[in-house]
């Protein structure tokens, strides 16, 4: 079990009308499902702030990357870019995709992944949290960040690479800690 951070919450949607609380989206949405786990096994006493982005506005972006920058003032936090990336039938294209795309991610580069995603190109599934997180590690004096790991389903199971294939990807971000 793992407990959710309310303070953290407050201080985060305290700072932006476009930060809220809203259970709805979780509904329908998996991500946070399969992102929890891996919280659970890596950081086993992690509070949590699990957060959807629901539009495409830049303003979304730095309103997520500045809640981030006011939780950082009180409390010191993990920032952690985690995502799945290419989606396709051509094992060798997703795994070139996606190593160019995590080095623009690890050496922070917004510029690039904002004009190489579109709605039928989405090299990182969760573009805007990943742009807030590079955006927020960036405003702490973060210079790259560190590619924890990388691995498609190709990978996983070699017998599936002629066929669709998905790769998933995480980044820390070194930040300092405030002297909290």
């Given amino acids: 079990r793992t407990e959710l951070d309310t303070e953290a919450g407050s201080i985060m949607t305290s700072a932006s009308t476009r930060v809220y609380f809203d259970y709805t989206p979780h509904m329908t949405e998996h991500s946070a499902a399969n992102e929890i786990p891996f919280v659970q096994s890596a950081v086993p006493k992690a509070k949590l702030v699990v957060g959807l982005i629901g539009d495409h506005d830049a303003r979304t972006i730095d309103a ?3 809640a981030l ?13 985690s995502t799945d990336l290419l989606h396709m039938d051509d094992y060798d294209m997703v795994k070139a995709t996606d ?5 623009h991610i690890r050496k922070l580069d917004p510029e690039w992944l904002a004009s ?4 039928d190109r989405q090299i ?5 949290t990943v742009l807030s997180a590079v955006k927020f590690a960036s405003s702490q004096g973060c210079k790259e960040g560190v590619l924890l790991d990388y691995r498609n389903t190709g990978d996983i199971i070699p017998s599936s690479r002629g066929g669709y294939c998905v790769g998933y990807g995480a980044v820390v971000f070194p930040v300092a800690d405030g002297g909290k």
Wanted: aromatic share 4%; with cysteine; hydrophobic share 45%.
């Fill in 99 to 103: 190593k160019v795309t995590l080095e």
């Fill in 116 to 119: 190489n995603w579109s709605g």
């Fill in 64 to 66: 997520v990357a500045g």
């Fill in 69 to 81: 920058g006011e939780l950082a003032k009180t409390k010191r936090i993990l920032v952690v870019a």
């Fill in 124 to 128: 990182c599934c969760g573009i805007m």
